[in-house]
C-alpha cells in the first residue's frame, strides 16, 4: 500500500483555492434576484381644471395610467369655502361628484350645479381601488362668487 505524503507545497495550494472558491461565492451579487418593480395603482391624475358658466361648475380631469388594482369609482372631490381660506384639502368623506363612466387614460368630466352663497370651491380628481386605497389627484380651487 501506497502512503500519501502532503507536503507543505500541496496543503498551501488546496487551502488557497479552497479560498478563493469560498471567497468567490460570497463576493459575486449576480446571485441575489431582483425584486420586481412595484406598480402604483393609479400613476397620479394628470391635469384637472374646472369653469364655470352661470350657476354651473363643469369640472374635468384626466387619469395618467391605470395600474393591476380595478378602480371601484371615480369622481371629483369638493369643500366649499370662504374667498380667503387656503390650504384645504377635500377628501372622499366631503361633497362627492361621481362619474359614471368606467375608469380609463382619457379625459372625464363631471358637473353640478351650485348655489349663489358658494363662494370658493376648492377640488380634486379621486379613485376608489378595489383594494380600498383611495388615490387623490392635485386639489385647485375656482371662486364661484366673488
Given at each position: 500500500m501506497k502512503t500519501r505524503v502532503f507536503t507543505?507545497?500541496?496543503?498551501?495550494?488546496?487551502?488557497?483555492?479552497?479560498?478563493?472558491?469560498?471567497?468567490?461565492?460570497?463576493?459575486?451579487?449576480?446571485?441575489?434576484?431582483?425584486?420586481?418593480?412595484?406598480?402604483?395603482?393609479?400613476?397620479?391624475?394628470?391635469?384637472?381644471?374646472?369653469?364655470?358658466a352661470f350657476n354651473l361648475v363643469i369640472y374635468n380631469y384626466t387619469f395618467g395610467s391605470l395600474g393591476m388594482v380595478p378602480v371601484m369609482e371615480h369622481g371629483i372631490v369638493r369643500v366649499n369655502a370662504d374667498v380667503n381660506s387656503v390650504g384645504i384639502l377635500p377628501t372622499v368623506d366631503d361633497k362627492k361628484i361621481i362619474s359614471n363612466e368606467a375608469a380609463a387614460v382619457k379625459i372625464f368630466g363631471v358637473f353640478e350645479v351650485v348655489t349663489p352663497e358658494l363662494k370658493k370651491i376648492y377640488y380634486r380628481p379621486y379613485a376608489i381601488l378595489e383594494n380600498g386605497n383611495v388615490i387623490y389627484g392635485n386639489v385647485n380651487s375656482i371662486i364661484s362668487n366673488p
Open positions: 507543505l507545497k500541496k496543503t498551501a495550494t488546496a487551502l488557497c483555492l479552497f479560498l478563493s472558491i469560498f471567497l468567490m461565492a460570497f463576493s459575486c451579487d449576480d446571485h441575489v434576484v431582483p425584486e420586481e418593480p412595484t406598480e402604483e395603482p393609479v400613476t397620479a391624475f394628470t391635469s384637472t381644471s374646472a369653469g364655470l
